[in-house]
């Protein structure tokens, strides 16, 4: 189905199949007295559920497995490729259910009786070549990605392996530029320029900016391509009411999620633009600040 952006970007779910395995077992039918309170609890998970260098609490971990016992739909929602996704969703108990990735370019339905963990629901594609060209016209010292989709990366220098996930093959830039991507990733990207941004917005292309463990990402994707255009789709899926739906997140890539959300959540560390698009504070990715949001949903 193409994507109403122009004819480069389409919308897609390969490689894969694009719907559930109808074999794969769902969650038990929560009774009917609690479908009326029943939320959709997206979760960013570095600097939210896990630190930067990886930690994983086990007051987390419970937190998340309470709500989901209570017939709430947790949905993980992250900048990170399906790959580097999956292993926290085991960490985390998520056997079922769907997880955004890739800043909303990806979502993809838990099945562990698939080869792989999980099938593609919903993939927007793109070609890359006139975005990795202006990233390269405008940020020539930055390293770029692009993401093949369940594997890992193309990439056009080694990153090191605490930067990007997954399996990384390096290849000639021109290499790249062949290669259809659901996003681009720039790592030690600059500040945008307006020179930049609008020639992006030629493409129907739009950069996101994020930091993770001190450095300084980008990810371009088609414009209006986000964890909450994804998550609104699974709304409709799942006929949740906007009101019920709870994001938490610290990240510039969070932004139109916490405002998309009936109540959007910021980490308390979060930079100020992402504490102005939300609702509420909670505490630091170190005080566990995922936490007591999370409980609060067990008591109202």
Known sequence: MTFDLGSSVERAATPGPAVPDPAVPSRPTVPDALQADRKLVALDVDGTLMTYDEFLSEEICD?????????????????RPLVALMPVAHLLGIDDGWVVCSNGSVTARIAPGSPNGFVLDDVVMFDPHHALRV??????????AVEEIGVGYWVN?????????????????????????????????????????????????????????GTRWMDVAPHGVTK?????????????????????????????????????????????????????????????????????????
């Open 228 to 300: 909450a255009s994804a998550l609104e789709r699974l709304r409709g899926l799942m006929g949740i009411a906007r009101e019920h739906t709870v994001a938490i997140g610290d990240g510039g890539n969070d932004l139109d999620m916490l405002a998309w959300a009936g109540r959007g959540v910021a980490m308390g560390h979060a930079e100020a633009q992402v504490i102005a698009a939300a609702d509420e504070v909670t505490g630091s990715i170190l005080d566990d600040g995922a936490v007591p949001v999370l409980r609060s949903l067990l008591t109202g």
């Open 135 to 144: 990233v390269r016209d405008h940020m020539p010292l930055a390293k770029v």
């Open 157 to 213: 220098e080694v990153f090191p392996e605490r930067m990007l996930h997954g399996l990384h093959t390096v290849m000639e830039f021109e290499e790249l530029c062949g290669r259809e991507t659901a996003r681009v990733v720039a790592a030690d990207a600059q500040a945008p320029s307006r020179d930049f941004q609008e020639a992006l917005r030629l493409l129907g292309l739009i950069d996101t900016y994020f930091v993770i463990g």
């Open 63 to 79: 937190a998340v497995s309470d709500v989901r016992a209570a017939g709430h739909q947790v949905v993980l929602a992250t900048g």
